[in-house]
């Protein structure tokens, strides 16, 4: 059998100590013999290792971007809740899943040379895209890092939504489209010069007339 006591020393310190009892024969009788070891560091050692795990499974869970936990060959291990929220699954099905399952088929054919970047370099940061359970595309950025947990290699994977960004962006650029459709129907010409005086825009009619070309 084995225990573990604490200890309290005459000073007031503590210690840890764990007991080995055996049954053994001693001058034809039955008796017990039993061992005092001091574990007090093993023990610390052993209660800092449970601390950082749950800091990490507490931070894990309550991160407001989505949180993978893979395997090297992207097999899903765990996940947070805001990766159920952003892809539509339930915790059981993605920890059925691969990363793979979860992207579409251009991107699962970078994974290779993904995690090969991965395994040399110790991350990686990329604009991809997920698939939800109901099949909407999800444009993501992706950060994943190599880390080391009971010493076995996984993938720890944050994704971030940036479907306002990219709306954002696209909303942006079809701005621009129109502002310079307008400029290039108009019957005039029109420049826009920097504080030095120099051209940064020049409208079709401006090209035309002054024998420039577009930029």
């Known amino acids: 059998a084995q225990y573990r006591l604490r200890g309290i020393h005459r000073t007031g310190t503590v210690s840890w100590?764990?007991?080995?009892a055996t049954r053994i024969l001693y001058r034809s009788r039955t008796a017990v013999m039993g061992n005092l070891l001091d574990i007090t560091d093993r023990f610390r050692a052993e209660e800092e290792l449970r601390e950082s795990r749950e800091r990490f499974r507490r931070l894990f869970a309550a991160a407001p971007f989505a949180l993978f936990?893979?395997?090297?060959?992207?097999?899903?291990?765990?996940?947070?809740?805001?990766?159920?929220?952003?892809?539509?699954y339930s915790r059981e099905e993605l920890l059925s899943r691969t990363a793979r399952d979860l992207v579409p088929k251009k991107v699962a054919d970078r994974f290779p040379a993904l995690i090969h970047r991965e395994l040399s370099s110790g991350g990686f940061f990329v604009e991809s895209e997920n698939i939800a359970r109901d099949g909407r595309v999800i444009p993501v950025e992706v950060s994943a890092r190599l880390i080391e947990i009971s010493g076995k290699?996984?993938?720890?994977?944050?994704v971030a939504d940036i479907s306002a960004r990219v709306r954002a962006q696209s909303a942006l650029a079809a701005e621009r489209d129109r502002a310079q459709t307008?400029?290039?129907?108009?019957?005039?010409?029109?420049?826009?010069?920097d504080r030095r005086g120099d051209v940064t825009m020049l409208n079709k009619r401006g090209c035309a007339v002054l024998g420039r070309t577009e930029k």
């Open 69 to 88: 936990l893979e395997t090297i060959t992207g097999s899903i291990v765990d996940c947070n809740q805001a990766a159920i929220d952003l892809l539509g």
């Open 153 to 158: 290699q996984f993938i720890i994977v944050a």
């Open 17 to 20: 100590l764990e007991i080995r």
């Open 182 to 193: 307008y400029l290039d129907v108009a019957g005039v010409i029109l420049v826009a010069l």
